[in-house]
């Protein structure tokens, strides 16, 4: 039989909730066989979608749609320069609608290609959030009531909110807070949480980078008592080798790896025992392929898996992390953010989750689809997020 080539490369920019996401669909010799995959880089999403259509496109048209391990190597070095976050996630796409092919060809889910299941479902965890520890305590009894037993608890978001801030005079636009104040407030939240709700609760918490290495030491240190499930995101990825500190003073679980995009940034970490999660953007990565070694790598060291799931990864991209958790025996936990109705009438097919637990599709492939009528409803916007805008009292931008 002849082979199944690509046809041809189409990049679907939506914003069915408001966030921008980036979907690659690919077109075969086959009439009706296409795949989908999942490019979101929100705050650069023009820049994917250029990346795709006048790079990878031509590099790819009437390739052979199975070579995906060869396909994904050579695109990658196909620019020289290569692990930074717009071109993974437009190698992403392609690798993702490829696997989505392979799947609808061999007319079984993605998972079963991937060894089939090791779990029926994976385990969820959502995100509490509260004004004070009162409106957050209402917010976890409301997840636990709806059957999740992993939630992650912050008050007043990445950083705290309603600081008192004494700032310099013409200090500059930005969201600002108080990382001292954060700090403090964390022990005393999770001590409350625990007074309400026993230690039958798994708790996660996100530093979200928002400290300075050594207080983020601290930090580590000072909830150990609290038995979080994981703390995340406690150091930015130019200071990952605090994690070393941080690991030699307290037994508190460690996640990391949300804006990870080279190997090198991940590979000491898990070769050294640092970390016990790893959180990475799968498309982030570059994908379905690199996702599955990583995995594999992760497996080895005694390191699981919580992928990144919040609202600016498409339901493709959410169904790719739900393929892996299920097939993947270091699986530990997946973020989970709620896929409104919007999301749903542009992608039929999402995951759905019950009782606290998220599960795949059955169909061939990822098992979703794409309403392009529906999609082009809710065109994206070229705004920055103000949250990216991070500043600290005296008006000195940092990370976010």
Not at 86 to 99: E, I, K, R, T, Y
Request: charged letters at 20%; a negative charge.
């Amino acid at each position: 039989m002849a082979p199944v080539t690509i046809r041809n490369v189409k990049t679907i920019l939506t914003a069915p909730q408001g966030i921008n996401l980036v979907v690659v669909k690919i077109e075969t010799s086959e009439p009706g066989l296409y795949g989908l995959g999942c490019a979101t880089f929100t705050q650069r999403y023009l820049a994917v979608a250029a990346a795709i259509d006048e790079y990878l496109k031509p590099f790819l048209v009437g390739k052979d749609v199975s070579r995906i391990e060869d396909i994904w190597q050579s695109a990658m070095v196909s620019s020289y320069w290569r692990n930074g976050p717009v071109l993974n996630n437009a190698l992403s796409g392609v690798d993702m609608a490829l696997w989505d092919i392979k799947g609808k060809i061999a007319q079984m889910p993605l998972y079963e290609l991937f060894g089939g299941k090791c779990r029926e479902a994976a385990a969820v965890y959502r995100h509490a959030d509260g004004r004070d520890v009162q409106e957050l305590e209402q917010n976890v009894a409301a997840f636990k009531e709806a059957g999740y037993r992993y939630i992650r608890c912050q008050m007043g978001g990445y950083g705290g909110k309603n600081h008192s801030l004494h700032k310099p005079e013409g200090a500059l636009p930005g969201a600002y807070y108080d990382p001292q104040a954060y700090a403090r407030s964390i022990p005393p939240m999770l001590d409350h949480i625990r007074n309400c709700f026993g230690f039958e609760l798994e708790l996660l918490h996100d530093v979200h980078e928002r400290l300075t290495p050594i207080d983020a030491v601290r930090l580590a240190k000072s909830v150990e008592p609290y038995r979080l499930f994981f703390l995340e995101d406690a150091l930015a990825p130019e200071h990952i080798d605090y994690f070393q500190m941080i690991r030699s003073q307290c037994s508190t679980p460690l996640a990391m790896g949300e804006l990870f995009v080279h190997p090198m940034e991940w590979t000491p970490l898990i070769a050294n025992r640092l970390i016990d999660y790893i959180r990475v953007h799968i498309s982030a990565i570059g994908g379905i392929t690199p996702a599955r070694k990583l995995a594999i790598l992760c497996e080895a060291f005694g390191v699981r898996t919580a992928w990144h799931g919040p609202g600016d990864v498409s339901p493709i991209g959410h169904a790719a992390n739900v393929h892996l958790d299920v097939s993947s025996p270091n699986f530990g936990v997946q973020e989970w953010t709620p896929l409104g109705e919007e999301l749903q009438s542009v992608f039929p097919g999402c995951p759905q989750v019950r009782n606290g637990y998220v599960y795949p599709n059955e169909t061939p492939g990822l098992g979703i689809e794409l309403d392009e009528g529906e999609a082009a409803k809710y065109p994206c916007t070229n705004k920055l997020p103000e949250w990216t805008l991070a500043r600290i009292p005296d008006g000195t931008s940092v990370r976010p």
